[in-house]
């Protein structure tokens, strides 16, 4: 949430910084501004909107230079207008800050200042920082920062100017994630991977409780708790492609098209047909402790959340282990009681969820082991668990979740597999499992072929309905879930996901000839009572659209619209059922007129409570 940046260098640094604004895009689009140094003066652009809306207005009217910083806004303190837009300065305009995070005892904060004589001119928590830097700042910019960050009380994830010290950024982080690209003769620090890599494959990722002072050709950078510390230089393997949109009209789309490429390299090395199981190197040396666990805990928001359910069901059929699923969210503040048996899985594409992270410390200070399924390397999360299982899903730009969620899924299906091994699945069942695992990155491409043209009438047909209704029963009871999360977020259609059966238990009131009903109704253990559930539905002439096993005319008949999809085993059929939920939701998206990749209030990563 914010996306900041940071350029000191060689370059031509406006440009370096607007075009990293709008890679990083995804993180805020609510307002976007610049600061440069120049001619002896910060120069300082802002205005509410997107970055395209900053661009315009400071099209060839950047000064040049070499060393600046940029934003753009996820607002949490102040509406999002062009004065609170980053970036802030202090009273006599010295010191220039991007802040990502929260300050949470700014009005305290602001309240000393006020009485020191500083004057706000913005509703920010961020505002306070370059006024604190400002008051304590006496000849050594370090020093003040320092003494400014002890002040705060949140997190940050912040840029840094001077006038006083045209040679450096200062960059600082705690709670929000900071990575800093090293070019030839110039550095970038921006809030992930996604604004760097046009420049450079080499990065350093900035640690809770650092600070770096960022030169064209050097980088120092010291711990809170550690002192001076060596940079720790990693390199990238997201390339340039990845992150453009490659002629779809939205990122959205090229994810869901990249779904096929993406289980393949979820999979790529793990199955082992000989002994049919998966193998998952990364958590290796946990798999005793998964198999003998009292309980595996898995904690995570949203999407992610919806793949962890899966994951419960997968893990508890195929393996007997008791699973627990919790919002990340809710599990931090309920003072969850841990056994010494248990054990914990985090999952999260960017891997810097604050809610996530702060449920994973929470499990740890408990001393009980967390593992991560997670997207991005790096990322803190991916670091903060003890091992892990990438996903592979690569850069996911498109604010809606979609490649992400279904290799997530997939990683489930590996890690219940191989639970499932070591606890009760024979070798052949293994095998079977294998066997239908490859296939599905054929099926889906063989449905992104076939399905497009039919949902895309239904989404004609139902994009002005203000309600739906998502309904399914077993391991399809989450995919209901993720489908109507899908058509909420962007296209602010009301849509519920429900347990197919609980329909009666409430519901079902709201069933009426307005009502599309989406109704995961695969031919799985539990087809029989899912049909009995459409039955109810049209009894009261709802409208049903049916996601159906392949070869089912019944199902067709039965229903107003029916997608099919081919057969799978039970426990893999959300890999196949979620993408006419994915196209759905955009298409009616799309014919709305919204702006997919960039749904209203909305932001990739959040990185706030
Ligand atoms: C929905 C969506 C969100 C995320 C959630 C968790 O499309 O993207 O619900 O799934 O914010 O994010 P991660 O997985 O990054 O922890």
């Not at 979740?401 to 590996?414: C, D, E, G, I, P």
Request: proline share 4%.
């Amino acid at each position: 949430m914010c996306g900041i940046i940071g350029y000191i260098g060689k370059g031509e640094a406006a440009e370096v910084l607007i075009n990293g604004l709008f890679r990083l895009e995804y993180r805020g689009y609510d307002s976007a501004g610049i600061a440069l140094i120049a001619d002896g003066d910060i120069f300082v652009r802002k205005v509410a909107g997107k970055v395209k809306e900053l661009a315009q207005m400071t099209s060839g009217q950047l000064p040049h230079s070499h060393i600046g910083i940029a934003h753009t806004r996820w607002a949490t303190h102040g509406v999002p207008n062009d004065i609170n837009a980053h970036p802030h300065i202090d009273c006599r305009g010295r010191f220039a800050i991007v802040h990502n995070g929260i300050i949470e005892n700014c009005r305290t904060l602001k309240r000393f200042l006020e009485e020191k004589g500083h004057k706000f001119i913005s509703d920010t928590d961020s505002e306070v920082i370059p006024h604190l830097i400002e008051e304590f700042y006496n000849g050594d910019l370090i020093a003040a920062v320092k003494k400014a960050l002890n002040q705060i009380e949140g997190t940050y994830g912040l840029a840094i100017i001077s006038l006083a010290n045209p040679d450096r950024i200062i960059a600082a982080r705690m709670g929000s994630p900071l990575v800093i690209g090293k070019g030839r003769e110039e550095y970038i620090v921006a809030s992930d991977l996604a604004a760097i890599i046009s420049y450079t494959d080499q990065v350093i990722y900035l640690k809770d409780g650092e600070i770096a002072e960022i030169r064209k050709d050097s980088i120092r950078i010291e711990s809170r708790e550690l002192g001076l510390v060596t940079p720790e230089i990693e390199k990238v393997t997201w390339t340039l492609k990845q992150i453009e949109r490659g002629g779809y009209d939205h990122f959205m789309l090229k994810e869901i098209y990249e779904q096929p490429i993406i289980l393949r390299d979820t999979i790529r090395g793990r199955l082992n047909y000989e002994e049919g199981t998966a193998r998952l190197n990364g958590i290796a040396d946990y798999i005793d402790d998964l198999r003998d666990a009292d309980r595996i805990i898995i904690f995570a928001c949203g999407t992610s959340w919806h793949a962890g359910l899966i994951g419960e069901y997968m893990i508890e059929s195929l393996a007997g282990i008791p699973v627990e699923v919790e919002y990340a969210s809710e599990f931090r503040y309920r003072k969850p009681v841990l056994s010494q048996g248990s054990i914990c899985i985090a999952v999260s594409q960017s891997g810097e969820t604050a809610d996530t992270l702060a449920a994973l410390r929470e499990a740890k200070r408990q001393g009980v082991p967390v593992l991560g399924i997670c997207n991005v390397v790096g990322s803190t999360i991916a670091r903060e668990t003890d091992a892990g299982v990438y996903i592979h899903a690569g850069p996911e730009i498109g604010v809606a979740s979609t490649k992400a969620f279904m290799a997530q899924v997939m990683a489930f299906a590996l890690l219940s597999l191989l639970l499932g091994r070591q606890k009760r699945l024979s070798l052949d069942e293994g095998r079977e499992i294998i066997e239908a695992i490859r296939k599905v990155p054929d099926q889906l491409s063989q449905l992104l072929k076939v399905l497009p043209d039919g949902i895309k009438a239904i989404a004609r047909k139902f994009k002005d309905h203000r309600n739906f209704l998502y309904l399914g029963r077993g391991y399809n009871f989450p995919v209901a879930l993720e489908g109507a999360l899908k058509l909420k977020e962007i296209s602010y259609i009301h849509a519920e996901g429900y347990p197919a059966a609980e329909m009666k238990h409430g519901p079902i009131a709201l069933i009426d000839k307005e009502m599309p009903v989406v109704v995961i109704a695969i031919k799985d253990a539990i087809y029989d009572k899912v049909i009995s559930n459409i039955e109810e539905i049209r009894a009261r002439e709802g409208i049903v659209i049916a996601i159906g096993s392949e070869g089912d005319e019944q199902l067709k008949k039965n229903v107003d619209y029916a997608i099919m999809v081919p057969q799978t085993l039970d426990h893999l059929y959300p890999l196949l059922t979620i993408l006419p939920l994915q196209l759905l939701a955009y298409y009616i998206a799309v014919f709305k007129g919204l702006d997919v990749d960039k749904p209203r209030n909305l932001a990739k990563s959040v990185t706030v409570e």
